[in-house]
């Protein structure tokens, strides 16, 4: 019987002792993906999508080219290259496993000087995310909706995947398609998301430090000094870190800025200011010293041991970040807009 992960409770009320913070407190879902074999019917991070049969299957029409640097592989040759890794795990590998894993990664000479390579013709998108109302509580739908499907072009449009996203009614889908297109090719390893069942669990976010008052950040300041020296932090990260937002997968809640400064973001339909409506992340762990933010009992690992921080998706976003997708509150199908970091 599977326990459903907890995030322990933050070591602080911090809109006790800041009260200004409490109307700022907005709901996230915590995914908590783990490995597994999720179908149809469940929400999912890189599993199948209810997909209509007689509905075209996106593809991305922009242009895809290998950068020279980092050769493109199948998606089925990534696969087998981490049931190896994971089949593999703690012995060595066999003759037939090493000859598998140079076919799919050639050993390299250097100076590295890969051909540049374009793809022609439309990319088959590679599912992300599916997502039920009734699991997601923080989801919110179009009338008559009760599932998001999100999905993204395994290439870099231009620094990190493309996304789609699909509101639709599940109980209209009566003809499911069975095996959706693939992509020849996916840029990046971090790209193909790994089947994951998920976990949800709802808690309560604040806004990263960046996005407070001047007088509140002063405040904060302030205070968190000796509250970091107790536990062995960074000051300066102390309350993003431990205090404002979880790391990892999650809907809802506050962006964090980690990499980039708030910045707003109108609807280009109808001016109304965007809200998070799903991060994707490379980690699950947080980078605070003891994990805090690290649920109870742990999900899992990721799809081949030794996989940093739990990465039980498989996904990395550039070199470690976040990609967050922001959505209209007044109207979740106008266009949407993703930012890294």
């Known amino acids: 019987m599977n326990v459903t992960p907890v995030t322990p409770p933050r070591p602080i009320d911090v809109a006790a002792v800041f009260p200004q913070l409490a109307p700022l407190a907005r709901t996230a879902t915590r995914l908590h993906p783990r490995p597994g074999a999720p179908t149809w019917h469940d929400s999912s991070i890189g599993g199948p999508l209810l997909w209509p049969a007689e509905e075209p299957w996106p593809h991305c029409e922009e242009p895809h080219v290998v950068d020279g640097i980092n050769p493109a592989r199948s998606p089925a040759d990534l696969r087998l290259e981490r049931r190896i890794f994971a089949a593999s795990h703690g012995r060595d590998l066999t003759p037939e496993e090493r000859e598998t894993l140079e076919r799919i990664r050639p050993p390299r000479t250097y100076p590295v000087r890969l051909a540049v390579q374009a793809y022609d013709g439309p990319m088959a998108m590679l599912p992300v995310a599916q997502l039920y109302v009734r699991d997601v509580p923080d989801l919110s739908p179009p009338e008559g909706k009760d599932l998001l499907q999100v999905l993204w072009c395994p290439f870099d449009h231009p620094i990190m995947p493309r996304t789609l996203l699909f509101w639709r009614s599940a109980a209209a889908v009566t003809d499911i398609l069975d095996t959706a297109p693939e992509p020849p090719a996916v840029q990046f390893d971090g790209y193909l998301p ?24 002063e405040q904060l300041k302030q205070w ?3 509250q970091a020296a107790e536990e062995d932090m960074d000051p300066d990260t102390y309350y993003d870190c431990v205090l404002s937002n979880a790391p990892g997968w999650k809907v809802g809640g506050w962006p964090a800025w980690d990499s980039t400064d708030p910045s707003s973001q109108p609807c280009s339909e109808c ?8 991060t994707v992340a490379t980690f699950e762990e947080g980078d605070d010293a003891g994990n805090s933010w690290s649920p109870h009992p742990h ?14 998706t498989g996904v990395q976003i550039g070199s470690g970040y976040r990609q967050h997708l922001f959505v209209c509150p007044a109207e979740p199908e106008h266009p949407h807009i993703e930012l890294m970091t």
Do not use: F, K, W
């Not at 309560?204 to 996005?211: A, G, V």
């Open 194 to 217: 790994e089947p994951c069942v998920l976990e949800p669990e709802q808690i309560i976010e604040y806004p990263d430090h960046l996005e407070l008052s001047e007088e509140l950040r």
């Open 224 to 226: 968190r000094v000796p």
């Open 299 to 312: 999900p899992g690992a990721g799809p081949y041991p030794g996989h940093r921080g739990y990465n039980a």
């Open 271 to 278: 001016g109304t200011g965007m809200e998070v409506l799903m």
